[in-house]
């Protein structure tokens, strides 16, 4: 029997997670669609690949799992209520956010975060109430800056240790 929701939801509170923006067009109308994805990994170096989790009823699901494209925003800790923003649903988060173009495969992105990295989606896997997005990395910039982390419900940043001598 599988384990209570509860008790899954205290396994996920184990590791901090980059936060990250997935955006892309909507194939009808081509406005931006987007979310907060705490579940973003890089996948593979040879050829490079990212993956990130999406809800079902995310409002944004079709869009994004029918993309062919897809911009990934990895956000400074400065960045948190556009994550909030993007964890909700409604077009209130497109309207109240700036956006750039990706020079290569021309995704949405966010302005001002610490990497802006540029997909095609090359699999997509239903998993659960979740599909699994890869996508093959076609071009990425990075900015120099802290993370905006995921722990514990709650939005932080990196604290490294103290040395430890031995």
Do not use: W
Not at 24 to 41: H, I, K, P, Q, W
Not at 84 to 106: C, D, H, M, W
């Amino acid at each position: 029997m599988p384990i209570s929701g509860e008790v899954y939801k205290q396994i996920g509170r184990n590791a901090a997670s980059p936060v990250c923006i997935a955006a892309a067009y909507d194939r009808v109308t081509g406005a931006v669609v987007g979310l907060t994805a705490s579940s973003f990994v890089t996948l593979s170096f040879e050829p490079p690949m990212v993956m990130f989790a999406i809800q079902q009823h995310a409002d944004s699901y079709s869009s994004i799992v029918s993309s062919k494209a897809f911009g990934v925003s990895l956000l400074g800790s400065g960045q948190s209520q556009i994550a909030s923003l993007f964890a909700t649903k409604g077009r209130q988060k497109y309207e109240r956010t700036s956006f750039s173009v990706g020079g290569t495969l021309k995704v949405p992105l966010i302005e001002g975060s610490l990497a802006e990295i540029e997909c095609l989606t090359s699999q997509v896997f239903v998993s659960g109430d979740h599909a699994i997005i890869v996508g093959l990395v076609e071009a990425a910039r990075t900015r120099s800056g802290e993370p905006l982390l995921y722990f514990g419900g709650k939005f932080g940043c990196f604290a490294p240790l103290a040395t430890v001598d031995s």
